[in-house]
């Protein structure tokens, strides 16, 4: 599995002789009505993600093949869904396919739509007894979910070819061997983590006062 997003695998680029190589992107969601400061942080956090792209890219050469969550078609198809679910990712995946990369279909949709509603569950449900439960229905749904995933950029990621997955953080994917993974971090995630950590506690600590 690859490490952690916000750190660039060591050794360099160049001593790497797989065949077929994979560059992970962060995927990020301000939101329409994020506050204004946020979202200052998450478009320089897109303008880094570009630019360290563009600089692997030109060590390991063009993207052939773009992976995206929550993404179920292919091309075109595969593009529109994109456009209206992310359109800051989109502007990345459109720029490389009109250079001939191609977008693949990279989710089972009965296994996303599941992990999703029970992720939702996740965040109404009030008891320790069926919170644990749902946590359990949760993470075995993610685990089959991310299997997919792998299994399908294994599938379709073929020999000489570079691939482009974005994929939130955290993510349990398990590549195939014989793929090298390439982590983008761009130093602005950690700022959008700061601010989210710093929310959190600002709304805690609002809720605890008398």
């Given amino acids: ?32 009505d994020a506050p204004k400061d946020l ?8 303008i880094q993600v570009e630019n360290q792209l563009q600089n692997l890219e030109t060590k390991l050469g063009k993207i052939s093949r773009i992976y995206h969550e929550m993404i179920f078609k292919d091309g075109e198809e595969g593009l529109k869904i994109l456009e209206q679910l992310n359109p800051e990712s989109f502007k990345l995946v459109k720029n490389r396919c009109e250079a001939g990369a ?23 449900v009030m008891g320790q007894k069926v919170r644990q439960q749902v ?13 997919h995933i792998g299994q399908r950029i294994g599938e379709t990621l073929k020999d000489g070819e570079n691939g482009l997955f974005f994929v939130r953080e955290g993510h349990p994917t398990q590549f195939p061997k014989g793929i090298e993974v390439f982590n983008i971090a761009p130093p602005a995630l950690d700022e959008i983590n700061r601010w989210l950590r710093n929310y959190t ?3 805690a600590d609002e809720a605890s006062e008398p």
């Fill in 102 to 124: 191609e977008l693949q279909s990279t989710e089972n949709a009965e296994l996303a739509m599941e992990n999703m509603d029970w992720e939702r569950c996740l965040m109404v």
């Fill in 201 to 203: 506690q600002n709304i």
């Fill in 39 to 46: 979202v200052e942080i998450f478009n320089r956090c897109w």
């Fill in 1 to 32: 599995m690859a490490e952690e997003l916000g750190k660039i695998e060591k050794p360099s680029v160049e001593s790497f002789t797989s065949t077929r190589r994979l560059i992970l992107a962060p995927l990020l969601f301000s939101g329409k």
């Fill in 135 to 147: 946590t359990r229905f949760h993470q075995e749904s993610g685990s089959a979910r991310y299997q």
